[in-house]
């Protein structure tokens, strides 16, 4: 006659032991879950400390993206409106996470570290329309002592000023200009 | 693979290894492509005057101590070159000019317009060092400087190859950009910092390699890789230029003059190239009708249906007034609708002013023949300009003319009032006559020259084989103007080339949207070539109309006095009529009036049943260059529901019970084609005496600018901004007369109103004053006024 119990205790002796474990499992979505600092999330277009954007909308993620789930459209800083130091800025920036893979490429192609990846991955929803971020969903909150753009470059620096790392922070006059 | 023409002084050469046999005179660059070896370069361009400032393109010459520029040195009987690909002392050396050239390049790729397509990044990557040995600040400079409204100037990119100033200062004429300063300080400038006033300035953009020159109106706008190209023709005038036109999510971003050496070599103006907004704006995309005096929206069967019994009721006294802008294949689409449903031989494509005497010259001359070519031009002997300014009214000729006058001395005579700044710059000649005078001057040429200055010279040079005399569209101004071009072409044995305006002109001659005129150039009045279009068009011959029909004039007429039951037109403008007011009174007073347009205009505004047709991108076709020579292009936006005027007409054809085809591009052009060349006898050549030069005040000469007021050129402000100052010409003493001194504001005034504008003195006949038709504050039609005709100029503002 075949031994029917002791596998059967074997198993609950694994069963067992378990119960004394420290526990894996995450109680998702009840209590938030920690990525590990690297994980490639939801991306995010960074400022200056002033506040302007880093973003000049050369679309060199856009070419590297191998899903074409970037859209870029540059646009011109003019005296009166500016978004970003120098010449050009990203007027119209979009990622559709419907495309998206996750894969980083447009971070590495980004020339200005305006463009990095947070650990935001709670990216479900259910609309198209709502999974194609725009710029204003991207772009990085304004810190305290960032001031809101369009507006001038801190008074007396240059684009490269800001490259240098010269631009510590918002000058009170920066303030309130984009209104 | 032939390596070069079997031409008797071929010499024979080895570049890498390879020995070859080229033609005598051949640069190493252009022999080294022919084996495939591009070697780097800049500043070198076919079109352009080698001048070997970049010195990218370093090669070794055997026997030669140090690397010599491709671009520059023509190959010689038994010269053994190697380029980068077979030698690293080339190599070395490319490299070496790489490092330097970017010593001071700001590398600000990201921001460059340029970026994705430039030359400059290409060969970086390809004969170019990974690192710089260069850690030194580089040079700055203010940046970007307008050096027009439409080009913006990044003097830190430029690598000073010359290439913007030797286009200005070659092929426009207008050299106006220079290098200035010298070493690491060189840059691109303009004299005395005025605007690079020319009417080709885009070109540099174009040429320029590297993002040193860009355009202000696509800045910033895309990437290459986010457009899609499609070939295309210029639909702005009858140069022809081939196009390549950019498109990006459905909107044109920009215009790339192409490569067609037998047209417009690699050039295009600046109408061509920035004026496309247009089609976009205000675009009418569906059928409207009007009720109740108000036009409404309607369904496609509704729209046809009204028109359709609007058509019918008014069958018998009906007429097409299509307009100069159409394709060759919507232009015989109306012209088979006409004949075909209406049953009326009242068609005419000329919607500006036009004379029957003009009309008649068109059948018996140019219509059905291929005129003088580009490539005649370059080798005719002499060109004679009648009524016609290449500069504004066909740009690329006027590049073709300066270019062959410069190599060869080619001899260009203006017979002209005055002597234009095109001209100038061809280096022609001015054979001075009074406004009106041109058939008296033709006749007198063909008589041996008469009084015409240097009369004698030129008409015995027109005698010579290759002469082309150019007429332009204003010949029709001048009563006896075509017969006196026909006359002189005939004593003389030169050919005539007819260059219109408008782009859609010559197709439509050729197509048969002219009454007396059946497609291919058939005259009407011909039983055969009436039986030949019966046959064709699969109706009975007797169903044809017989004798010719009315033109423009006699259909506006006769609409504004109430005598015409329907009229359906295409897009035209009343205020280029030649009675704007006329025009007007005929929209309003013709019984039904069915406009196929693309945008709202002032026949909308009058018209019974709108029917939304597609503009050039949305549909394909072909003009006919004012040589006679097909440029076809293709549909820019695949996807556009739009629909040509052939297509709306054939529904409109079986909303009536009838059917002139399926109206698609291809049919029609399938059965234009179907025609074959008409060998039958022409219609008679006019032989209109030439009027009498009016008497009395400055007579106006006139004619429209390449940039003005035009419909087409709207939404454009930075090419508005190169635009010619406003101004009128008179002689030195024809001002003494008046009192008035250069700069000074004078009025000219006609019998219908009158403009102030600044006056210039020029090269123009005494008793004359030249003013630009359609300029801002310049709308000469509002003066009431023909060409030739005498008004009222006094000094001061009105
Ligand atoms: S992460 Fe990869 S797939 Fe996603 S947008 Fe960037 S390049 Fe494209
Ligand atoms: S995010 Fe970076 S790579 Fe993308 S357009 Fe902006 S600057 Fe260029
Ligand atoms: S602006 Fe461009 S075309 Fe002109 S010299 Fe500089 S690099 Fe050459
Ligand atoms: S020359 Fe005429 S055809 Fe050529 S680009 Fe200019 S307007 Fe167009
Ligand atoms: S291409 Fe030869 S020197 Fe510039």
């Known amino acids: ?179 | 693979m032939t390596l070069a023409p079997e031409t008797s002084d071929l010499i024979s050469v080895e570049i890498d290894g390879v020995e070859m046999n080229v033609p005598k005179g051949t640069l190493i660059i252009r022999a080294a492509e022919l084996i495939g070896t591009e070697v780097p370069r800049f500043c070198d361009h076919p079109l352009l005057s080698p001048v070997a400032a970049c010195r990218m393109c370093l090669v070794e010459i055997e026997g030669n101590p140090k690397p010599q520029p491709a671009c520059a040195i023509e190959l010689t009987p038994g010269m053994k070159v190697r380029t980068q690909r077979s030698s690293e002392v080339a190599e070395k050396a490319q490299q070496g000019v790489m490092e330097f050239l970017l010593a001071n390049h700001p590398l600000d790729c990201p921001v460059c317009d340029k970026g994705g397509e430039c030359p400059l990044q290409n060969q970086a990557m390809s004969a170019g060092r990974a690192e710089s040995r260069f850690d030194i600040p580089k040079r700055t400079f203010d940046k970007p400087v307008p050096i027009n409204s439409e080009i913006l100037l990044d003097r830190e990119r430029c690598v000073s190859c010359a290439r913007c100033t030797r286009f200005a200062d070659q092929i426009a004429g207008d050299p106006k950009l220079e290098l200035l300063e010298r070493g690491a300080k060189q840059q691109v400038g303009v004299a005395n910092d005025e605007p690079f006033d020319s009417y080709f300035s885009g070109n540099t953009i174009q040429i320029c390699p590297v993002g040193a020159l860009t355009s202000s109106s696509y800045r910033f706008r895309s990437r290459p890789f986010d457009l899609v190209s499609t070939p295309t023709t210029c639909e702005h005038c009858a140069s022809g230029c081939s196009l390549r036109t950019d498109a990006r999510r459905g909107e044109v971003t920009r215009r790339l003059a192409w490569h067609d050496s037998d047209v417009n070599e690699d050039w295009n103006c600046d109408k061509g190239r920035f004026a496309f907004t247009y089609l976009s704006q205000d675009r009418i995309t569906s059928p409207m009708i009007r009720e109740n005096g108000e036009l409404r929206v309607a369904s496609w069967p509704e729209a046809l249906d009204v028109a359709a019994r609007g058509l019918r009721s008014a069958q018998g006294s009906t007429a097409v007034l299509t307009g100069g802008r159409i394709t060759m294949e919507d232009a015989y689409a109306y012209a088979k609708f006409a004949r075909v449903v209406l049953g009326t031989d009242d068609i005419d494509f000329r919607a500006r002013r036009s004379s029957s005497e003009e009309a008649a010259f068109l059948r018996s001359s140019i219509a059905g023949d291929c005129g003088p070519t580009y490539a005649d031009l370059d080798k005719a002997p002499v060109v004679l300009l009648v009524a016609f300014e290449p500069e504004d009214e066909s740009p690329i000729v006027l590049l073709r003319l300066r270019a062959a006058s410069l190599r060869r001395g080619l001899r260009v005579v203006a017979l002209s009032p005055i002597a234009s700044r095109g001209l100038e710059k061809i280096r022609g000649e001015w054979a001075a006559i009074a406004p009106g005078a041109d058939a008296n001057a033709l006749h007198a040429l063909a008589q041996g020259g008469g009084d015409v200055p240097n009369g004698a010279s030129i008409a015995q040079a027109l005698r010579q084989p290759g002469a082309v005399i150019l007429v332009g569209e204003r010949i029709a101004d001048v009563s006896g103007g075509p017969s006196a071009v026909a006359a002189l072409a005939a004593a003389t044995g030169a050919r005539i080339g007819w260059v219109p305006r408008r782009a859609g002109e010559r197709g439509a001659l050729e197509a048969g949207a002219l009454s007396g005129l059946l497609p291919g150039g058939r005259p009407l009045d011909d039983a055969n070539a009436r039986a030949q279009v019966a046959q064709v068009w699969g109706v009975d011959v007797a169903d044809l109309p017989i004798s010719a029909g009315r033109e423009a004039a006699a259909v506006v007429s006769s609409a504004a006095a109430g005598g015409l039951g329907a009229l359906v037109v295409g897009g035209l403008e009343p205020r280029d009529a030649a009675q704007p007011a006329a025009m007007r009174r005929a929209l309003d007073n013709a019984g039904f009036v069915v406009s196929l347009e693309t945008r709202r205009t002032e026949v909308t505004d009058h018209a019974d049943v709108v029917l939304p047709v597609a503009v050039v991108t949305e549909k394909s076709g072909t003009f006919i260059d004012w040589e006679g020579r097909r440029r076809p292009f293709a549909r820019v936006f695949g996807d556009a529901l739009m629909m040509s005027d052939g297509r709306v007409l054939a529904m409109l054809a079986e909303a009536m019970d009838s059917s002139i085809g399926r109206g698609d591009v291809k049919s029609l052009r399938t059965e234009l084609d179907s025609f074959g060349p008409w060998t039958g006898a022409r219609s008679a050549v006019p032989s209109d005496s030439a009027a009498v030069v009016q008497t009395g005040g400055p007579h106006l000469v006139t004619w429209r600018l390449l940039l003005d007021e035009a419909a087409m050129q709207e939404g454009e402000p930075n090419l508005a901004g190169t635009r010619r100052r406003t101004v009128a010409v008179v002689s030195a003493a024809t001002a003494a007369s008046l009192g008035v001194a250069a700069g000074q504001q004078v009025t000219v005034t006609g019998p219908a109103g009158s403009v102030s504008v600044p006056v210039d003195i020029g090269s123009i006949v005494d008793n004359a004053v030249w003013l630009p038709s359609n300029a801002a504050d310049c709308a000469i039609a509002s003066l009431g006024v023909a060409p030739g005709q005498p008004v009222r100029v006094s000094g001061g503002a009105a």
């Not at chain 1, 031994?3 to 894996?24: E, H």
């Not at chain 1, 991955?121 to 809101?148: F, N, V």
Request: proline share 7%.
């Open chain 1, 1 to 179: 006659m075949p031994d029917l119990v002791s596998p059967a205790a074997r198993g609950f002796g694994v069963t067992f032991r378990t119960m004394f474990k420290k526990v894996v499992t995450e109680q998702y979505p009840e209590s938030g879950a920690q990525s590990k600092p690297r994980y490639h999330g939801r991306h995010q277009l960074n400022r200056w400390a002033d506040g302007l954007e880093k973003c000049v909308g050369c679309e060199l993620c856009a070419w590297a993206c191998p899903a074409d789930a970037i859209l870029v459209q540059g646009g011109d800083n003019s005296e009166g409106e500016r978004f970003s130091p120098g010449e050009r800025y990203g007027r119209v920036y979009q990622i559709n996470y419907l495309r998206c893979i996750f894969c980083g490429l447009c971070i590495e192609a980004c020339p200005t570290r305006a463009l990095t990846m947070t650990n935001d991955y709670e990216l479900a929803d259910h609309t198209r329309d709502s999974l194609i971020y725009e710029k204003q969903d991207l772009l990085a909150p304004l810190l305290p002592g960032m001031a809101k753009p369009p507006h001038a470059m801190v008074p007396g620096t240059t684009e490269s000023d800001y490259y240098a790392g010269n631009v510590a922070g918002a000058v009170p006059e920066q303030f309130g200009q984009g209104e």
